[in-house]
Structures are given as structure tokens and as C-alpha cells.
């Protein structure tokens, strides 16, 4: 397996010619057999999967020794241990060669010297120096070395504020460490920052700063810094050719940790809130602030690695949408998850279907992510994504005297509460999100305490009735949140939740909501690497090629069989691989033609034909799928489709310039990098409710759509640069 990409820079070069060598030390300790170091829950575990993370990045690396020290192998993390294996590293480390050093366990400061002291499995809090590995012992070793590029990540409990026992009248053994401390971490700082600045390929990394704690949670079975250092690695804080890269690695680590301690504490909030109306006063401290650290005087490229492609065969997040009304909107829907969510998106087809059909169906779906086949090693099982299932209903809700409720879907079809209720009671491994969009009723309250269950990864219900006349109000407000988000960030239910009741008017729609206790986050949209949309490709140079292999016989049909406005010079260049842009219509009167032939892998097929350059492409792609006797006629079709349905008004007004196609994938390549995967949505809504729009009034409606004003004016600038 090769990587994504590898820079050219000198810093790669080195590892994967061998000219280099990465040496890598990992430490953590669990039990400490002083009785007054108290046991900590994950430092073996964060070492075992850092080091399966590390083994699977450096994979190009021809050089490379990784020694790990935990409580559970053979060599143990005693002090005589830990300095053996440190002082032989930095004896055989060659000037080209880097260190990379991780230490997970307790952090504390001598009380007569106040220097810091990292804790090892035999160290004794009442002889700190002499049992435990003092930090400027360690950076005396670590200046020993040739190398000039050294990685330290300390990953304590109080990393970046490793304070003293106040001692007074008790002995200090009596003490326990998480008793009130006085707070020399000034000292620390200064330690290390001193090291740092006559050494500039020396870096450090701490999981929290001075007067914070570096927080374990049991849903991550890791500590939150090692979690997302181990992401990173896995690929996460690659930069857009692949590599990983300590300062890109850093930056990473310290936004996601960020951002998890904000999403857990506003989903907190929501469920104290959800308690306090119950009448229940036992609400759930917040968590405070964790910052990780970095000390470095202008180190240079530290590379630890190369994003490698995961091969998972199957999805972690899938979506079912369930539409009783109409397909009006059920395309946007299956974009808007898709592309924003990163659901795989399946929808459910009522057509000859039985109630028992559809009543499988939702069961498989909900079933589905019980048991996933993505290959990893061991230790990274805790780091894939939460398996996450969106069930979004959209519909009329029927009440009957007896009790029952039912999800009306049409053609004679319902689903009742009580076996929707017992189709999620059966998913408890999953992370369960449940949207009701159901206009025209009173009784959403009771569907969400009647379909509340507790599952392992927490569950979520969001219900909405609108009045009849605004019956889409709800869909197009999630659109425009949706277009909102920064995607560095992502949304969380709890967040969205919080959107939703102030954009919401509360006269058109009714909004009720359910969040179950849980400390696991549960996003609608989850984090990306921004690498995607900062970095804009060169599109030149593949252009050339793509319009080579181009069959002169299909553009000779070009004015033949697409609609005057993509014939006139629209195609003459083919444009990059970005989905081809449909309108609704189009979309679901293609989608019923191709069904006629191949069935209910329809949707997927047609999906997937939309990567494709051009008009020409999609009818010869989707063509092929169907039986040589059929094509002609589907062609024929197709055509027919493409010519009568317009996102362009045909008839316009002498005065009016048409917007071609290249100019509309031009717009939604560059607005990519403002707002990520939601542009194509954004744009086609535009189009499609103001048929008369302009080039210009297009471009400013777009900017008002991005949150961040440095990339709304990015964006302009582009736009109008010719």
C-alpha cells in the first residue's frame, strides 16, 4: 500500500530512502505500587494504540525502532527500564535521525527542590528524585544526543501544572497528590522553554496547560489528548499531500480537544436543562477548559509519518430517509446527509411494498452498524468513528382511540409507533438520531417519550410540526444551519438543537426535542480536516489530458442532444470531477427512468454517474448499466429529460444573460473551499428560486452565505477576478 501523496521536501526524503531513522519510546503506567500515586485508567492503552497509529504512518519509513513500556509487557515501566532504553536510544541516534518521546502517567514536583519529577511504576512519592525520572535529568540525557530533532508529548494529569503538596502538619505520605497544591508551574515553563531555545529541533508538547487537567472519558477509552494524537496520526492531520507533520500534528490535537470539552459541555447544558424541567436538581458539572501546550524556538519540519488509505468496507454513519409526502425534497435530503453528513444514504421505496417489507428494511438499517468489517489492529478499535444511524420521517402522524399512533406513508402503508419503538429498543450498539418532520399534528411529544430507549452511544430526537403551508420551513432552515457550519468544527445535536429553537418561528412550527444522558457526543455533521478546501488544486493540468480522451464522436452530438444553453461553448472545456449539478426534477425524473430498467439501485447508480464532465457522459454512463436492447430508448429518454427540465429558464427576456454551466461549476469549485461539501446545495436552491438571477446577483448572494467574512472575501476576489 502506497501513501496518499509524499512531499517533496528533504525532511521525507531522508525516512523513505533511509537515509534517516525514527526512534520512538512510549511510556504509560496504570498502577503505581506506591499506594498514595493513585491508579490511572488509560495510559497502557493510550501507548498501545499510539504505537499501532505510529506503526501504521510510518509504514514508508525504511528505518525506524518503536519501544513501548506499559504495565501489560514484558519490560515494565520501572526507572531503570525507562533510562536504559532512553540513554541507548540517544547513544545510536544519528544526526539525521529523530526522537520522538510520549509519556502518559502522573507529573509531580519535588517539595525542597520544586523540580518536576515524572512518575514511574516504582517511584515513591516520599523520594521523588532519587525513584523518579526528574525532567532535568531527562533533558540532560536527551542533550546528549547527535539527533536534531527531538518530539517530547507529555501526557500527565497535571501536565503543565505538576504542583506540590501542601505539607503543613501531616506527613507526605499521608497526602494524596489530588489534594490542594501550590502552583509552581512557572517553573516548569521556564525549564523547558530554556531547553528549547538553544536547540531548535527540540519541541514539547503537554496535554493541558498550567492550572488545567488532562481529562480521561471511558467513551473514548483513551485520554482526550492521546485520542486525537492517535487520530492524527491514523491521518487526520495530514496535510493535502499525505504527510504528517509535527506542527500541523499540534494544531490538530489542540482544536479537536477543544472543541470535544465544548460539544460535551453544551450537550451537558441541554440535558441539565432537559432534568430541571423534569423537576430533577442532580444536574452534571461541566467540564473545565483543556488547552493543550507547545514549546518550540523555530523547530524545523518534524515528519512522523504518511496518511495511508483505510480500506473500510463498511459505513460507520448511515442514513435512512422515510418521505410520505412527496420526493419534492427527498434528493435534497439524500444530498444534504451525503455530502455535509458523510452518511451513507439509503431511501426508502414504497412501491410494492408491504407494511412487513418496510418494517425489515428500517430493522436492517438500524441493525446494520452492529458489527463493522473495517479492518484495524486491536488497539484502534476504540478510534474509529461511533457507529451512527439518522432516521429521518417525514410524513402525516395518524392517532387512534385506542393509543396506537402511526407514521402515515401512502399507498395504503403505515408504521406504527409501537413497532418503530421496538425496532430502536433492539439497536443498542449504535448511536441513534431520530428526525420526525411531521406537519399538521399535536401528539410529537408523545412519540418522544414513547420512542425513548437508552442505547451504549446516547440517543437523540428532534421533532417538528409545522403548519400546512410551511410544511418545507423546517428542511430549509436545517439547510441553511447546515450551510452555516464551519467545517473544521462540525455540529453536534446538542448545537443544532440550539439553531433549530432560535431560527425556528415558533408560530409556523413546533419544535420538541430529546437528548439522552450521556457523555458520548453525538454529531450530525461531524469534524473535517479543512486540508480539503484550503489547499486548491491545479485543475490545468489534468485538463488537457481529460478533454484527449474525450471521443470526438461525442462531442460531435453535443449540440444534438443537450439543451441549447450547455451546447453554446458551455462544454467546449471540460470541467473538473465535481458532482454534475441537476435540478430536483431532473434528478427524480432520471432516477424514475433508470428504476424502470434496474430497480432500486437506481438511486446509487445515478449517485454515482454524477461524477462524471459533462451531460454527455452522465447519459452514456447511466446507458451502460442497462441491457443492450434498452439503451437506445433510454437514451432517447434521457435526452427527452435533460431538454424539457431546465434549472435555466429557456424563455427569458431579451436583456437577460444566461448563466452557462461552466461559470455554475466554476462558482461551486470556489465556494468548496468557503463552506465545504453544502455548496452544490446552496447554489442549486439559489438557482432554482430565483430562475432570473444574474452572474453578479448569484455571486453576492453566495458571499452573504459564508459565515467567515475572510473567506467571503476570498471568495469574491476570485469570483471577480477576471
Not at 526524503?13 to 490511572?40: C, M, R
Not at 487537567?213 to 499531500?241: C, N
Not at 468513528?385 to 420521517?393: D, V
Request: proline fraction near 4%; charge should be neutral.
Amino acid at each position: 500500500m502506497s501513501p496518499l501523496g509524499v512531499g517533496s521536501s528533504n525532511s521525507t526524503h531522508i525516512f523513505t530512502t533511509g537515509e534517516a531513522k525514527l526512534w520512538i519510546l512510549l511510556v504509560g503506567i496504570n498502577e503505581y505500587q506506591d499506594v498514595s500515586l493513585p491508579n490511572l485508567r488509560y495510559p497502557a492503552g493510550d501507548c498501545e494504540a499510539l504505537g499501532d497509529a505510529l506503526a501504521k504512518a510510518t509504514q514508508g519509513f525504511l528505518r525506524k525502532e518503536l519501544i513501548i513500556h506499559h504495565d501489560f509487557v514484558a519490560q515494565t515501566p520501572t526507572l531503570k527500564t525507562v533510562c536504559g532504553s532512553l540513554k541507548r536510544i540517544v547513544s545510536k541516534a544519528k544526526p539525521a535521525d529523530s526522537i520522538f518521546l510520549y509519556f502518559s502517567g502522573h507529573g509531580m514536583l519535588e517539595p525542597d527542590t520544586q523540580d518536576a519529577v515524572l512518575c514511574l511504576s516504582d517511584t515513591r512519592q516520599e523520594n521523588l528524585l532519587a525513584t523518579g525520572l526528574p525532567l532535568q535529568k531527562l533533558l540532560q540525557i536527551l542533550e546528549t544526543s547527535r539527533t536534531n530533532q527531538q518530539l517530547v508529548c507529555l501526557d500527565t494529569c497535571h501536565s503543565g501544572d505538576m504542583k506540590m503538596p501542601q505539607t503543613n502538619k501531616a506527613s507526605f505520605r499521608e497526602l494524596n497528590i489530588t489534594q490542594t497544591f501550590i502552583d509552581p508551574a512557572t517553573n516548569l515553563m521556564n525549564v523547558l522553554r530554556k531547553r528549547a531555545s538553544y536547540s531548535k529541533g527540540f519541541c514539547v508538547l503537554l496535554s493541558c496547560d498550567q492550572g488545567q487537567k488532562s481529562w480521561e472519558f471511558p467513551e473514548l477509552g483513551h485520554g482526550v489528548f492521546t485520542y486525537y494524537l492517535v487520530r492524527g496520526l491514523l491521518g487526520e492531520a495530514a496535510d493535502s499531500h499525505g504527510v504528517i507533520e509535527a506542527d500541523r500534528l499540534y494544531k490538530y490535537v489542540y482544536r479537536q480537544t477543544l472543541q470535544y470539552i465544548d460539544k460535551l459541555n453544551h450537550q451537558l447544558r441541554l440535558i441539565n436543562k432537559q432534568k430541571l424541567n423534569r423537576g430533577d436538581s442532580k444536574l452534571y458539572p461541566e467540564y473545565p477548559l483543556q488547552t493543550p501546550k507547545r514549546i518550540v524556538e523555530g523547530v524545523g519540519e518534524f515528519i512522523l509519518g504518511f496518511k495511508y488509505d483505510a480500506v473500510e468496507s463498511h459505513k460507520q454513519r448511515r442514513a435512512l430517509v422515510i418521505d410520505g409526502l412527496s420526493n419534492k425534497i427527498t434528493t435534497d435530503l439524500i444530498c444534504l446527509f451525503t455530502d455535509v453528513g458523510d452518511f451513507e444514504v439509503d431511501f426508502l421505496q414504497q412501491k410494492n411494498k408491504s407494511c412487513s417489507d418496510i418494517e425489515a428494511q428500517i430493522q436492517g438499517f438500524l441493525c446494520g452498524n452492529d458489527k463493522s468489517t473495517m479492518k484495524s489492529l486491536p488497539h484502534l478499535e476504540l478510534i474509529k468513528p461511533t457507529p451512527t444511524c439518522l432516521l429521518y420521517l417525514r410524513g402525516y402522524i395518524e392517532d387512534n382511540e385506542d393509543g396506537e399512533a402511526w407514521f402515515i406513508l401512502g399507498d395504503g402503508i403505515r408504521l406504527s409507533r409501537s413497532c418503530l419503538r421496538q425496532k430502536l429498543q433492539l439497536a443498542t450498539k449504535i448511536q441513534q438520531i431520530i428526525i420526525l418532520d411531521c406537519p399538521n399534528t399535536n401528539s410529537l411529544k408523545k412519540w418522544i417519550e414513547y420512542l425513548r430507549c437508552g442505547t451504549e452511544y446516547g440517543q437523540c430526537i428532534i421533532a417538528a410540526a409545522s403548519t400546512i403551508d410551511k410544511s418545507e420551513l423546517f428542511f430549509q432552515t436545517l439547510l441553511d444551519i447546515f450551510a452555516s457550519v464551519n467545517v473544521q468544527v462540525g455540529l453536534s445535536v446538542s448545537k443544532l438543537i440550539a439553531e433549530l429553537q432560535k431560527r425556528l418561528p415558533t408560530k409556523d412550527i413546533k419544535l420538541d426535542v430529546w437528548v439522552s444522558e450521556t457523555q458520548t457526543i453525538i454529531d450530525i455533521l461531524p469534524s473535517k480536516n479543512r486540508t480539503g478546501f484550503i489547499q486548491r488544486p491545479n485543475l490545468q493540468g489534468n485538463q488537457q489530458e481529460q478533454q484527449e480522451n474525450l471521443q470526438s464522436e461525442d462531442i460531435a452530438h453535443v449540440t444534438e442532444i443537450l439543451p441549447a444553453f450547455v451546447a453554446s461553448g458551455a462544454l467546449e472545456t471540460v470541467q473538473p470531477q465535481l458532482d454534475l449539478l441537476l435540478s430536483s426534477e431532473q434528478y427524480i425524473e432520471l432516477e424514475q427512468l433508470l428504476k424502470q430498467s434496474i430497480g432500486l439501485v437506481a438511486p446509487i447508480v445515478l449517485k454515482k454517474a454524477l461524477k462524471v464532465n459533462n451531460y454527455v457522459e452522465l447519459v452514456t454512463t447511466l446507458a451502460n448499466y442497462l441491457p443492450p436492447d434498452k439503451q437506445q430508448e433510454f437514451h432517447q429518454q434521457a435526452v427527452f429529460i435533460l431538454n424539457k427540465i431546465s434549472i435555466f429558464p429557456l424563455s427569458r427576456s431579451p436583456n437577460y444573460q444566461i448563466i452557462d454551466v461552466s461559470f455554475i461549476k466554476r462558482c461551486e469549485r470556489e465556494l468548496m473551499y468557503a463552506v465545504g461539501p453544502v455548496a452544490s446545495l446552496l447554489i442549486q436552491h439559489l438557482l432554482k428560486s430565483h430562475p432570473q438571477i444574474t452572474a453578479k446577483e448569484l455571486i453576492d448572494k453566495l458571499i452573504a452565505k459564508i459565515p467567515d467574512p475572510q473567506l467571503a472575501l476570498e471568495f469574491k476576489q476570485r469570483m471577480f477576478v477576471d
